[in-house]
């Protein structure tokens, strides 16, 4: 084992008894050296602190010493035993601050020599040869303890790299980085240094972001921090600077050709090697160049002879390897690039001098075999990846299909995804490989185009030809070719008879005319290369307007915007007036003119005009949604421009007349806005402003079908909810004034709700239904309901929140179990009696057994006790005030008719019991509290039982049900009612005591469950045993009592008591076995389905990991925090 041989260590830890001087220990085996950096000053310090110093066992801290027997003063110390060949120590520089709760990083001074004596440490007085050590490779991290960057300082021991001595003109670092805060390698110029980062890459190009991230990883700071203040942006320097070619529309920059880095074998002859990069051990090109030093091309390199073999340094950085000084590891003591770990070999371990610039030595063949292949695999995957990445589809449109009239657009009926043929290829060819694939590509589909070729872009709905490419040399990469480049291929100068006019100096322009209403007249587009007075015969030509001025608005300084003329020039162009792409032109006609209402300075007389241009100007997207003649509607969107200050009737209006639309009368469309989060708005009232309606700039606005609402009017959405879903959404224009009661009548109308038992409610912030409207004859504006609220409508009562509502069942009254006793006494013996009602189980159980299909359950009387049959007494729930008392409830009860007809003599005879789904549970007692602090709105489901009896139940009475099982069987006689008087006690030996003493059981023979119809186990009830604590002892005559009601038992009102006699099911049941057949199967069958889902998961498991998916984790439960709502 190669680790275990070079980096295995043992320590030792001591134990010394100060009294008997008995030696105490324990070893410990380590790969590296653990050592914190907080508080010391350097290796050797860290190492005295750990395996020198010894701590001193004494006071409440001593040792027990097994010589002596007792606690004794000790020392305890380590110390290395075993020292490895390789010594490895890791810096503990990562801390935590729990303080500011955060991690941190220990960048503070911490020194460690080139050559490490052991001895001072070790148990063993060795030699100086086998405890002296070199330092030979350091792993220095770069960053912070939320991230950062590892590279290496390594030790050319075999003298396999050329060195040369490191570049001193282009780069600098930091004396002190703890004086500043920085530890980075500076640049002064920025030229050299994106010359630098350019020439580390294939074809000295890349992209502007990447070029930001590498200046950012190389100087530690980002282009804006170093240099923008003095260079500018980075796009405006490398726009500016004749070293590069910057393509502004691909985003991409690149070496000039008489830009790139120097051959470093033009300056260097061979007794000057260049830095050694991995194992291409040759100088030459700057493509084989792969330094990570910045060069100076202002300075030439002094060289410096070659140390002693097997002496120098180099810096593995990821792909790049260069040389570095014995004195630049002591950069590394403090800062953020800082040694995170140590390497120290033996200094008695000699390479022999065969060794010396072989790096195959001794390495078995099979293994360098591996490694060959390793890289031949890694070689092919680099050229696979290369090819992908350099991989670009280009779009070659050709002649044939286009036509051209000022504008370059295909031909009518000629789809665009025919007009083209898809060239791929490796951006790293030339052009004139392109050209020779895109001659092949159209010959092949029978396609004769010109041999020009022209780069062209899509521009004002159409398409522009920009520069021809002719250098069939230059590199497509290089061009700033990407798979969203288009070609054109033609003749090179006339399409249809006419001659096209290329470049971007003829780049079209668009425009948009409106008139001093603001409305929309017409669009033009005019190359940027035509003059004014072209621009002002276009428009009179386009809209049929006799012309006067041209205006249009422009954003000064102060934030305002001022109306200024286009003067009619045959002189001046579109692009020297100022003019952009997409300018709104205001077209003044002749007659205005005529009518004064122009000034001679071409201004505008009107106060309005004046007014609403110092307004913004809006683009508004408007998509129609009518439906004309009951058709569906068409979906059409278009792009008005407005300001805050219109109207919504005006601009309703406008977008009929552009859209056309006539058959439809502008009283019966309304618009709405479509927000793009919140969905849909309710509909907009015709005489507010944009502005005032909420509306801003760019805002989507829908036109539809439909009366828009009056100022005394108001939208709300009503959402019908039944069984806590979603069943249907309608949308309701109705008045400010309305009642409740009209819109919940309206709303039942219309949503198609059956009954009478419906009401609305608000909604909180969720959308989820929050306080019901239960005032009917309240107006909607009352209780502060507004325009585009939404309400919920469900089925139910109206609940308030001092109500309370109950779904009130009649149960049937199971006879008590002294009832029972009563009629058993009067019949004669009482043991006798129960033998003969057992009997009388027994022949009930055996004729059921003798009908078809007869199931465990059936045989099971106990079901019939915990899931009693049960009818609703009222079709609606009973809606009652909190503060009602129970005694009032039961009055009230017994005052309808249902209850009139079951002759109730007094309200004592009726017991009120909650319910847990199908179960009986608590008593509801005369002075119960339980619905006054009931805060749900659903109802409370409550059931009430006929007693032959009156009965008052005290806090101190639990009413439970007992089941007797009959000895050597699994069946239970009927359960029973009891009452428990737990005045005298709560234990289970006082409820036994009670069980025993009613049933007429003797109470050694008796013992009790407590049964779980979920999970159909019986848990046996019994005192746990009382802890007491060691240093006290028990109380004389105080027994404990295990409190039946708390945990771990539970007991509770309508709770089932087992009851077994031990004697009658010795030798047959267990002692703790109350279970009947049919909590036998349900528990058998519960574990089958936990064992089918265990093997269905496993099952899933193997699939996934046959199809080559990692292993699965379940999900980690998330910490939730339930928080209420207060809305």
């Known amino acids: 084992n190669i680790i275990n041989e070079l980096y295995h260590g043992t320590i030792v830890n001591q134990i010394i008894c100060t009294k008997c001087k008995k030696i105490s220990e324990r070893e410990e085996d380590f790969l590296d050296l653990t050592l914190a950096v907080a508080g010391v000053s350097g290796l050797e310090a860290a190492l005295k602190q750990c395996y020198c110093d010894v701590e001193v066992m004494n006071g409440r801290n001593q040792y027990r010493c097994d010589k002596c027997g ?5 020392t305890k110390g380590a110390k290395l035993r075993n020292l490895p060949p390789v010594l490895t120590v890791s810096l503990l520089r990562f801390s935590y ?15 460690f020599p080139m050559e490490l004596d052991m001895g001072p440490y070790s148990e063993k007085d060795a030699g100086a040869d086998e405890t002296t050590y070199e330092l030979f490779s350091v792993v220095v991290h770069r960053g912070s303890a939320f991230g950062g960057h590892y590279f290496a300082y390594i030790k050319d021991i075999d003298n396999l790299g050329q060195w040369s001595n490191p570049s001193k003109g282009g780069q600098q670092r930091k004396v002190d980085p703890s004086t500043t805060g920085l530890d980075v390698i500076e640049c002064e110029s920025p030229v050299d240094l994106i010359e630098n980062i350019l020439g580390k890459v294939s074809h000295y190009s890349m992209s502007i972001d990447r070029l930001c991230a590498e200046i950012s990883k190389v100087t530690g700071v980002s282009w804006n921090k170093r240099f923008k203040k003095g260079y500018g942006p980075i796009n405006k320097f490398l726009k500016s600077c004749d070293s590069f070619e910057y393509n502004p529309d691909s985003n991409w920059v690149s070496l000039r050709t008489d830009s790139s880095p120097k051959d470093q074998s033009s300056s260097t002859n061979q007794e000057e090697p260049s830095v050694h990069t991995g194992t291409d051990q040759k100088g030459g090109s700057p493509k084989d160049n792969k330094s990570g030093e910045l060069t100076s091309t202002a300075k030439e390199k002094t060289q410096v002879p070659l140390l002693e073999p097997g002496c120098n340094w180099f810096c ?17 003591f403090s800062g953020k690039e800082s040694a995170y770990m140590l390497f120290y070999r033996k200094k008695s371990l000699h390479r022999p001098q065969e060794a010396l610039g072989l790096a195959s030595y001794k390495i078995p063949s099979y293994l360098i075999k591996q490694v060959e292949d390793l890289n031949i695999d890694l070689e092919k995957q680099r050229r696979e990846f290369d090819v992908k990445i350099n991989s670009i589809s280009l779009k070659v449109f050709w002649s044939d299909n286009f036509t051209y009239d000022g504008l370059l657009q295909l031909k009518p009926g000629v789809a665009k995804e025919k007009s083209y043929v898809s060239i791929n290829i490796d951006r790293r060819k030339t052009f004139g490989e392109l050209k020779a694939q895109i001659q092949e590509a159209l010959e092949s589909q029978g396609v004769k185009a010109g041999c020009s070729v022209h780069i062209m872009k899509s521009r004002c ?25 288009l070609l054109f291929v033609w003749n090179g100068a006339v399409l249809n008879d006419r001659l096209v006019e290329t470049g971007e100096d003829c780049e079209p322009y668009q425009f948009l005319l409106k008139d001093r209403e603001d409305s929309m007249m017409a669009m033009v587009v005019l190359a940027k290369n035509k003059t004014l007075d072209e621009l002002y015969q276009l428009a009179a030509q386009t809209t049929g307007v006799d012309i006067c001025i041209i ?10 915007r001022v109306v200024e003329e286009i003067p009619r020039s045959e002189e001046i162009t579109v692009e020297a007036s100022g003019l952009k792409d997409g300018t709104v032109l205001v077209l003044v006609s002749l007659d205005i003119f005529d009518s004064g209402e122009i000034t001679e300075d071409g201004s505008c007389s009107q106060q309005s005009n004046d007014e609403s241009a110092k307004e913004p100007e809006w683009s508004i997207t408007l998509q129609n949604r009518l439906s004309e003649h009951d058709s569906s509607h068409t979906c059409k969107t278009i792009e008005i421009p407005t300001r805050p200050s219109e109207t919504v009737h005006n601009l309703k209006l406008k977008s009929l ?23 849909l708005q309710p509909p907009l009232r015709d005489g507010l402003s944009l502005g005032d309606a909420g509306l801003s700039n760019h805002v989507c606005l829908l036109l539809e079908n439909g009366k828009p609402p009056q100022d005394s009017e108001m939208t709300i959405s009503v959402n019908k909810i039944v069984s806590g879903k979603l069943v249907s959404k309608q949308e309701f224009l109705v008045d400010r004034q309305r009642t409740v009661l009209d819109m ?25 239904p929050a306080e019901a409207l239960d005032d009917s004859s309240a107006t909607l504006m009352d209780l502060l309901i507004n325009d585009g609220d939404t309400l919920v409508l469900q089925q139910g009562t109206v609940v308030k929140k001092d109500q309370v509502c109950l779904s009130l069942w009649l149960a049937p009254h199971q006879p008590s179990q002294a009832q029972v006793d009563r009629t058993v006494s009067g019949a004669g013996d009482v043991t006798s009696c129960r033998q003969d009602e057992e009997d009388k189980v027994m022949l009930e159980l055996a004729a059921r057994m003798s009908l078809n299909d007869i199931t465990n359950q059936d045989l099971n ?10 009818q609703m007494l009222f079709d609606s729930p009973l809606v009652i005030n909190k503060a009602t008392s129970i005694e009032e409830l039961k009055q009230a009860l017994m005052g309808t008719e249902r209850f009139q007809t079951l002759r109730i003599p007094t309200s004592n005879f009726m017991r009120l019991r909650l319910m847990e789904g199908p179960r009986l549970r608590g008593v509801v007692r005369n002075n119960s509290q339980v619905f006054r602090h009931t805060n749900t709105k659903d109802p409370v489901n409550v059931a009430v039982q006929i007693l032959n009896s009156e009965e008052n139940l005290g806090v101190h009475e639990m009413l439970l049900m007992v089941a007797q099982k009959i000895g050597g069987t699994r069946i239970y006689m009927p359960a029973r009612e009891f009452l428990w008087n737990t005045s005298a006690g709560v234990g289970a030996g006082d409820l036994k005591k009670a069980i025993a003493s009613r049933l007429s059981l003797p109470l050694h023979d008796v013992l009790i469950a407590r049964y779980n119809p979920e999970a159909y186990c019986w848990t046996v009830l019994r005192d746990q045993p009382q802890k007491t604590p060691k240093n006290k002892g028990k109380k004389k005559g105080s027994g404990h009592k295990t409190n039946i009601r708390q945990a771990p038992y539970y007991v509770q009102d309508g709770d089932l008591i087992g009851v077994k006699l031990l004697s009658a099911d010795k030798d047959v049941l267990d002692t703790d076995d109350f279970s009947t057949q049919e909590d036998i199967d349900k528990r058998q069958l519960m574990l089958q389905m936990a064992e089918e889902k265990k093997r269905l998961r496993e099952e899933k498991k193997k699939l996934m990991a046959m199809d080559g998916f990692p292993p699965s984790r379940r999900p980690e439960v998330p910490l939730t925090i339930k928080v209420d709502k207060f809305s």
């Not at 007792?70 to 000790?74: C, L």
């Not at 601050?97 to 020194?111: A, H, L, M, S, V």
């Not at 007349?657 to 969905?679: A, S, Y």
């Open 744 to 768: 919940l009548q309206a709303a039942c109308k219309v949503m198609d709700c059956a009954g009478s038992q419906w009401f609305l409610s608000k909604t909180d912030v969720y959308g989820d």
């Open 97 to 111: 601050d729990f303080t500011k709760g955060c991690r941190y990083k220990e960048n503070g001074r911490f020194t």
């Open 861 to 870: 009387l106990l079901t019939e006790a915990l899931f009693p049959d049960m």
């Open 70 to 74: 007792t606690y004794t003063d000790a």
């Open 551 to 560: 205006q249009t608005t422009k954003l000064i300084d102060t934030g305002s």
């Open 657 to 679: 007349q552009l859209l056309k639309i006539d058959t439809i009368p502008h009283e019966l469309t309304r618009l709405r806005e479509d927000h793009k989060t919140m969905g």
């Open 316 to 332: 593995f950085n990821d792909l790049l390897v260069t040389p570095i000084q014995v004195k630049d590891i002591e950069n590394q």
């Open 461 to 485: 709905g159409a398409f522009h030809l920009y520069d021809e490419i002719t250098n069939e040399t230059n590199v497509l990469q290089d061009m700033g070719f990407t798979s969203d480049t």
